[in-house]
C-alpha cells in the first residue's frame, strides 16, 4: 500500500541548476541554458524560482531472513532525494507571471505540475498581486485545463512565440485578495496533500511540460 509523503517545495539554489537544465532539455525544444536560470538565481530581484524535490523512500527494516540480500539492496542503492521539477515567475508590479513550469518526464501525470502552479498561485497572493499571468502553447490542452481550474481565461495569441513556430496562448486570472479565491486556492491545496508516493513512469510538460 502506498504511503502519503511530503513533495519537498523549496527555493532553487544554484546547486539545483544542473538537475533542473537537465529536465529543460527532456521538456522543451529550445531549452534555457544553465546560465539564465544561475542569472535569475543572482539578479532577478522580481523574480522567484523554486523547486520540488523527490520524497525519501522509507527503508523497510531488516527481515529475519535473507538479510544479505536485504544489506546489499541498501548498500549498493541507496535513495536520494532530487530535483524532479520547478516553477519560476516574475513580479511585475501588481501583476505575476509564470514564466516556466515543468516536471521531469519519468514523474509527470501525477498532480506534480499542479502542485507547482498552486505554490505560485499562493505567492502571487501572499504578495498581494492582483492578476497571474502565463503563455501556454496553443497545442497543450492538458496544461490549459489545468489553467482553466484554477480561472485562468485565454486573453490573446502570441503567433509564433515559440522557436519552432508555435503560437503561444496568454492566460490569465485576476486574483485581487477575492475570498471566493482564496478558498479555491484552499481547496486546491487540501485535495493535493492527498497525493501518495508514486512509481515512476513515462508520462507528458508551458513553459509548460506537466
Known amino acids: 500500500m502506498n504511503q502519503p509523503v511530503s513533495y519537498e517545495i523549496r527555493p532553487m539554489e544554484p546547486a539545483d541548476v544542473p538537475a533542473v537544465e537537465a529536465i529543460e532539455r527532456l521538456s522543451f525544444p529550445s531549452p534555457w541554458p544553465a546560465s539564465s536560470f544561475l542569472y535569475e538565481l543572482q539578479h532577478g530581484t522580481?523574480?522567484?524560482?523554486?523547486?520540488?524535490?523527490?520524497?525519501?523512500?522509507?527503508?523497510?527494516?531488516?527481515?529475519?531472513?535473507?538479510?544479505?540480500?536485504?544489506?546489499?539492496?541498501?548498500?549498493?542503492?541507496?535513495?536520494?532525494?532530487?530535483?524532479?521539477?520547478?516553477?519560476?515567475?516574475?513580479?511585475?508590479?501588481?501583476r505575476v507571471h509564470i514564466s516556466t513550469i515543468a516536471v521531469h518526464p519519468d514523474w509527470r501525470g501525477r498532480g506534480l505540475g499542479e502542485l507547482l502552479l498552486l505554490t505560485a498561485m499562493e505567492k502571487a497572493l501572499e504578495r498581494g498581486s492582483s492578476v497571474v499571468s502565463l503563455e501556454v502553447r496553443a497545442s497543450n490542452r492538458v496544461a490549459q485545463s489545468l489553467y482553466r481550474k484554477y480561472g485562468f481565461r485565454f486573453t490573446s495569441v502570441h503567433r509564433g512565440y515559440y522557436r519552432d513556430g508555435e503560437d503561444a496562448w496568454l492566460m490569465e486570472?485576476?486574483?485581487?485578495?477575492?475570498?471566493?479565491?482564496?478558498?479555491?486556492?484552499?481547496?486546491?491545496?487540501?485535495?493535493?496533500?492527498?497525493?501518495?508516493?508514486?512509481?515512476?513512469?513515462?508520462?507528458?510538460?508551458?513553459?509548460?511540460?506537466?
Open 46 to 94: 522580481h523574480s522567484s524560482y523554486h523547486v520540488l524535490v523527490k520524497p525519501e523512500k522509507r527503508r523497510s527494516e531488516r527481515p529475519r531472513r535473507g538479510w544479505r540480500r536485504w544489506l546489499r539492496s541498501v548498500v549498493t542503492a541507496p535513495e536520494k532525494r532530487r530535483v524532479i521539477g520547478y516553477v519560476g515567475f516574475r513580479f511585475q508590479s501588481s
Open 173 to 210: 486570472v485576476p486574483v485581487n485578495q477575492d475570498a471566493t479565491y482564496r478558498q479555491l486556492i484552499k481547496r486546491r491545496r487540501t485535495l493535493i496533500a492527498r497525493l501518495s508516493h508514486p512509481q515512476p513512469d513515462v508520462g507528458q510538460n508551458n513553459r509548460d511540460t506537466l
